[in-house]
């Protein structure tokens, strides 16, 4: 029984993922734009991201989220003729800095701030400060997302500051950092604009910065 | 069915048992008279504390990774590598500070050992990080996900044959070796011993040697710190065994955080059957890794459980249950789970609360919990330890530090029971602020 787009949604958001995709799967045989899929799948995980921000939603549904919309995304890839170009509320990169490679809280970030509409840049991990400052001069974001987990992140957090504001680029950003050993006292050692404690206050503080 | 003669002990007796044998402890020789009085001093503070009496003076234990390395002026990598300069650096730490508990520079882990088995769970200083950081888990999918059926047949087999294959490159070669459950006749041992000639096993276990001499080396020169440390500045270890939560297990360094999350919908049965398996292995572990250290403190760092990480319906069913069953296979052989709540448990704290848990039989030691909600939830049922933050420490100033430490200690440790401790693992610190620390901790706590 094929469903419907509505029928989709609710299954992505419901984490049902073998109806979603069998859903998904009927709804492009039966000759559904595939952009109206790409288009139900950013509906869902938009609603998903509400509900973690909510306390409703934990890891287990973010990283569900994520296999059923990649799994969708590869059924439509051949199908989609034309880019439809995506209006984007505004770029952010995000990385987590020089020393550190713990990528899970910088991973939920990126794709919570790409649900809501950012654009996001992702420089990995262990992401050195000049590897910052290219990609503020090239991509001219509005917001640089760092991340750290360890408590000597904190000079590298520092030097990345520093090496925005000596390329001159720091006005034309705001930064915001997260991570587990980090607060509003490591805020102000490092520089940043903001911090934020889960990956639900990165995107309020996005929002609040790009106007979304 | 009655042992043979000798009636077992009970679970108290035998905690009382531990409790003598880490109050006087084989391996250390005591400087002084009163360096050996200030050791057995400050483990009865900590008995005390674990009892829910209220101790002397409140100990003062922070959770030390490589602050002492930082402090001495020597890299991480140094600490990995260099055990002169890591005994240097341990012994400056504590002569310096008087902490309550020895900061054991066994945690720095020894480098070679590791370089030689070619680890590539982890990155550590000088090999793949930079001199000054510390180790670092890479993440990623060790176990895969149709992997489940052959763990919860034979974990062992398992570790040995698909896990340790992946996580030590020297030890490739082992994906080609057999159960070593195969070894029950002649007629089978012949065939057994074949993958074991091969030249990548050869080299495997050639390498599995050197490690083995590698670490023996590290073992007789980190302990030895380690027990000059406690003889002369009179300090026990906090830490005697290890264990895990079951879903930690897993979830760490087995099927990665992505995997265990995505395990919870996809295939719930078997993430809960392995962790079944898991409970006796991780009991084992901690009854062992005790009994060798002579000492009744097991060390549990909780990962993927807390707030944030799991609903709470998920960690009553998928995290609680097994964590639980751990902890009560240690203290009915008389141990004190050391468990370390990293994170907050804002969300859960009724859990730790277990009417089925022993009263005064575990310590519960908290990262960003709320510690007043903590006092109110656990208070009177187990020992708890907090919570001065590791950002503090680097961040702020020594009076913001010492008032921290008066205000915690006001809040939740005037009826005993309590530990000062820090809220993480503390690698980089102000001196005068982890100073601050130290000392309010034992103004205050007197």
Request: aromatic share 8%; proline share 5%; net charge negative.
């Amino acid at each position: 029984m094929a469903g419907t787009i509505e029928t989709l949604v609710e299954a992505i958001v419901g984490m049902r993922e073998k109806e979603a995709l069998e859903n998904a799967q009927a709804l492009l045989d039966a000759g559904v734009d595939p952009l109206q899929l790409i288009e139900a799948s950013r509906r869902a995980v938009e609603e998903i991201g509400e509900r973690f921000e909510k306390g409703e939603y934990f890891l287990p549904e973010l990283m569900l989220a994520g296999e059923m919309v990649k799994r969708i995304s590869e059924m439509v890839k051949d199908r989609i003729t034309s880019e439809s170009p995506e209006k984007r509320l505004g770029k952010v990169v995000i990385g987590t800095v020089k020393g550190d490679i713990h990528d899970i809280g910088k991973n939920i970030v990126s794709f919570l701030l790409d649900a809501n509409g950012f654009e996001v840049v992702d420089l990995g991990v262990d992401v050195p400060a000049e590897r910052f400052v290219e990609a503020v001069r090239e991509l001219e974001p509005q917001v640089v997302g760092m991340s750290c987990l360890l408590t000597l992140a904190y000079e590298p957090m520092k030097e990345t500051v520093r090496a925005l504001e000596e390329a001159g680029l720091r006005e034309r950003v705001k930064i915001m950092i997260g991570g587990a050993a980090t607060d509003d006292r490591i805020r102000a050692y490092t520089g940043a604009d903001a911090w934020g404690k889960d990956a639900a206050a990165a995107v309020s503080l996005a929002r609040g910065w790009v106007g979304g | 069915m009655v042992a043979e003669g000798r009636r077992e002990l009970s679970a108290d007796e035998k905690y009382e048992e531990r409790f003598k044998a880490w109050m006087s402890p084989a391996n250390v020789q005591f400087a002084s008279a009163e360096a050996e009085k200030a050791y057995k001093e400050r483990v009865q503070l900590i008995k005390d504390a674990v009892e829910l009496k209220k101790p002397r003076r409140i100990p003062v234990c922070p959770n030390i990774g490589f602050f002492p390395a930082n402090y001495a002026g020597i890299t991480a990598q140094e600490a990995m590598y260099d055990y002169q300069k890591l005994g240097m650096a341990w012994k400056k730490y504590h002569e310096d500070f008087q902490p309550d508990c020895l900061a054991s520079c066994l945690l720095a882990t020894p480098g070679r050992v590791f370089d030689i088995l070619d680890y590539r769970l982890y990155r550590w200083p000088g090999h793949g990080t930079p001199p000054n950081t510390p180790y670092q888990c890479v993440e990623g999918e060790y176990m895969l996900e149709d992997e489940y059926d052959a763990l919860i047949r034979d974990p062992s087999a398992y570790w040995m044959r698909c896990y340790l294959p992946r996580v030590f490159g020297a030890l490739e070669g082992w994906k080609n070796l057999a159960p070593l459950t195969d070894l029950v006749e002649m007629a089978f041992a012949g065939a057994f011993m074949v993958p074991i000639g091969m030249p990548e096993v050869q080299r495997s276990f050639e390498a599995l040697l050197e490690a083995g001499r590698a670490a023996v080396e590290w073992i007789q020169a980190a302990g030895a710190i380690d027990a000059e440390v406690m003889g002369t500045y009179g300090v026990p270890s906090l830490i005697g065994g290890f264990s895990k939560a079951p879903f930690d297990t897993l979830g760490d360094t087995l099927r990665g955080t992505k995997g265990i999350m995505l395990d919870v919908y996809r295939r719930p049965g078997k993430l809960l059957k392995a962790m079944e398996k898991l409970v006796p292995i991780m009991v084992e572990m901690g009854v062992r890794t005790a009994t060798m250290a002579g000492h009744p403190m097991v060390f549990i760092p909780l990962h993927k459980g807390a707030d944030g990480f799991l609903s709470r319906n998920d960690f009553a069913k998928f995290y609680w249950p097994t964590l639980k069953e751990v902890l009560l296979g240690l203290t009915a052989e008389g141990l004190v789970p050391l468990v370390f709540v990293e994170g907050s448990y804002n969300q859960r704290l009724d859990f730790l609360a277990d009417p089925d848990l022993p009263q005064g039989r575990i310590v519960w030691m908290f990262d960003q919990t709320d510690m007043v909600k903590v006092k109110e939830v656990l208070g009177g049922g187990a020992c708890f330890a907090g919570n001065v933050p590791v950002a503090l420490l680097k961040a702020g100033t020594p009076s913001e530090v010492h008032a921290y430490v008066r205000d915690l200690i006001e809040k939740v440790g005037q009826d005993g029971g309590f530990i000062l401790t820090t809220g993480g693992v503390v690698d980089e610190a102000e001196p005068d602020n982890f100073r601050a620390m130290i000392e309010a901790g034992k103004e205050y706590g007197a």
